[in-house]
């Protein structure tokens, strides 16, 4: 059974750094694409960045280029987002997903539960 | 970006007759594998999302059979045959075929 389990979500001022994390399970972890997509309060899905199975390629969302960073370790089963110079408009609950392909999602398979993220002064 | 937009974005049915929602996007959404890598997801209030539909047309492990997709190229449509209460949520289409992957805007579907 596929899992996905996020934490390390909370409350952050502006300019504040969180790091979330994804523990993975139940399935060959090094062979998918991971990401994270994010759910501003009342609004919709919007990707936020995706790294491929070997973690050699990433992508990012103009809104959060420069500020966060996605990795994952293999070797823990593990997908990371480090999320630096926080803004308001970054305030949600963040999804970890796992893809169906190797180097990019092509589709979300499998949807973690989610992490809330609120930043405010 | 592609841009994938949704309509209706927001659909009363009444419990046993069928609905159905449209996604187009703003380019073909052919990858250079050949697949079409548009996919529907369903969120009920309070959880998170769901994998109903990928690669336009295929249901995924334990999607009822009343769910159905069909399209191509730019044009997309979900199809619930008998919605059901459980059914109740909002509806986002999704394209994986480029970074960034986008989403439609939502439909949120009720009962009457």
């Known amino acids: 059974e596929v899992q996905l389990l996020e934490s390390g979500g909370g409350l952050v001022q502006p300019g504040g750094s969180l790091r979330l994390s994804c523990a993975a399970s139940?399935?060959?972890?090094?062979?998918?694409?991971m990401g994270w997509v994010r759910q501003a309060p009342g609004k919709g899905l919007e990707w936020v960045s995706v790294?491929?199975?070997?973690?050699?390629?990433?992508y990012y969302a103009d809104s959060v280029k420069g500020r966060f960073t996605i990795s994952r370790d293999n070797s823990k089963n593990t997908l990371y987002l480090q999320m630096n110079s926080l803004r308001v408009e970054d305030t949600g609950v963040y999804y970890c997903?796992?893809?169906?392909?190797?180097?990019?999602?092509?589709?979300?398979?499998?949807w973690g539960q989610g992490t809330l993220a609120t930043v405010s002064s | 970006d592609i841009v994938m937009t949704q309509t209706p974005l927001s659909s009363p049915v009444t419990l046993g007759q069928a609905a159905s929602i449209s996604c187009r996007s703003s380019q073909s959404l052919v990858h250079r594998d050949g697949y079409t890598y548009l996919s529907w997801l369903q969120q009920r209030p309070g959880q998170p999302p769901r994998l109903l539909i990928y690669?336009?047309?295929n249901r995924f492990s334990g999607v009822p059979d009343r769910f159905s997709g069909s399209g191509a190229g730019t044009d997309f449509t979900l199809k619930i045959s008998r919605v059901e209460a459980e059914d109740v949520g909002v509806y986002y289409c999704m394209q994986g075929t480029q970074f960034p992957n986008t989403f439609g805007q939502g439909t949120k579907l009720e009962i009457k």
């Open positions: 790294v491929s199975g070997s973690g050699g390629t990433t």
């Open positions: 139940g399935f060959d972890f090094n062979t998918h694409a």
């Open positions: 690669k336009v047309s």
């Open positions: 997903a796992k893809g169906y392909c190797s180097n990019v999602i092509c589709q979300a398979e499998y």
